[in-house]
């Protein structure tokens, strides 16, 4: 299999992806090839986890990297590592198609959502990223309900505040509250920072 | 919105879940508050983790027509104080050579002197005060860079040094070079204000002589802007006669 799924977490091998962007940025497309086998496996998987049509799916993640091969010499380490960095882009461009999508055709959303179908099947099941998401999982778990349905809601479903609020019933002030303290836990969980 | 209200936004953000006008609103804020800036970043991280718990195989036909697209793609070049891509725009604009030179005078300000930060100073761990020295560098130099971007510069009422505002109609947004003036005395800051037909609206601090600053806040149609010096901290209203009155026209 050859698009092996380095994930972020503290300890993990794989190659320098603070390196591979930097060739990318001088236009090494040989980089960006090995850059592509780190990223797009999360890429494709977040944004299809957030659009669920597949079609449309491959489309964006397309965007996405290209979108990295255009702005490598935009990446700055010292805000972060590289995979947040690509997977805010995929999170940006999918919730962007969302709402375009919702704004034309709201009805078209509620009949999705209504046959729920999980579109993803073929999901990788390396050890490595399996183990990954069962810590997710385990954390994601950790949550106060509250907490939990607000992040999924924005994160995986592109809602807006507000639109979580409503969907949830509870005040706006609430929601953002319960948005970033349910983060906070979440990264002491996954340990991520200093 | 008040500044803890939109401490509160991080979460938000980090899940693009703002609605555009609140998203401008927290990215202003976030340019003068390092540590919203560490906890944003460290929340972009922390959803990466649960965005590559999703992750599944491509399937081989994406890479080959990604690959594919990338020699028809002109990579962007490196954010510099002034962005490349719009060096070429910039030159053919009739203010184009006042504002390259505004913009390397901008490299330089923040190669020596830095930009003030606003707020949260107590809170500078160095790798979050880089990051936001660096946004407030990006949203100078990208107000520089903007169409419609004006320059006004003055002398310092003592007649030590120079200040110069940029403004854009567009973006609703001013920034305030100073170059030369003189350093403030202990416990005593520059604070900048928006001249909104008479009345002054605090704009932001400036703690040295040289620096650039984003102004906090709006135009909101102020005539100019002006520069006294105030107690550390900032104050209310100002408290002195102006250094420098810029006026927008």
Known sequence: MSAVVHLTGPSQPGPNLRELVARVARGDQDAFSRLYDAVAGPVLGLVRRVLRDPAQSEEVAQEVLLEVWRTAARYRAERGEVMPWVLTIAHRRAVDRVRAAQAAADRDQRAAAASHTPVFDEVAEQVESRLEREQVRRCLRGLTELQRESLTLAYYRGYTYPQVAEVLGVPLGTIKTRMRDGLIRLRDCLGVGS | ?249
């Open chain 2, 1 to 249: 919105m008040s500044a803890a209200d939109l401490h509160a936004l991080t979460g938000a953000y980090a899940t693009h879940a703002l609605d555009p006008g609140e998203n401008a609103e927290f990215e202003r804020h976030l340019a003068g508050c390092p540590a919203c800036t560490q906890e944003v970043a460290e929340f972009a991280a922390t959803l990466a983790r649960l965005g590559a718990a999703d992750s599944v195989v491509p399937p081989e036909a994406l890479k080959a027509s990604v690959m594919a697209a990338l020699p028809t793609l002109r990579q962007e070049a490196p954010r510099t104080a002034a962005p490349p891509a719009d060096t070429r725009r910039l030159a053919r604009l009739r203010r184009g050579w006042p504002k390259l030179a505004l913009a390397a005078c901008l490299a330089v300000a923040i190669g020596t002197a830095g930009v003030a930060v606003q707020e949260h100073r107590e809170a500078d761990r160095a790798r979050a005060r880089a990051v936001a020295l660096q946004q407030q560098q990006d949203l100078v130099a990208g107000l520089l860079a903007a169409p419609d971007a004006r320059t006004a510069t003055g002398a310092a009422a003592g007649g030590a040094g120079v200040g110069t505002v940029v403004w854009s109609a567009g973006r609703d947004r001013a920034a305030f070079l100073a170059s030369g003036l003189p350093a403030p005395a202990a416990g005593r800051t520059y604070e900048l204000w928006f001249d909104d037909a008479g009345t002054m609206r605090p704009a932001g601090l400036l703690p040295g002589g040289d620096g650039a600053l984003l102004l906090s806040g709006p135009l909101a149609g102020a005539r100019g802007v002006g520069v006294t010096v105030e107690p550390a901290g900032g104050s209310a209203h100002p408290s002195s006669a102006p250094v420098v009155l810029l006026s927008f026209s």
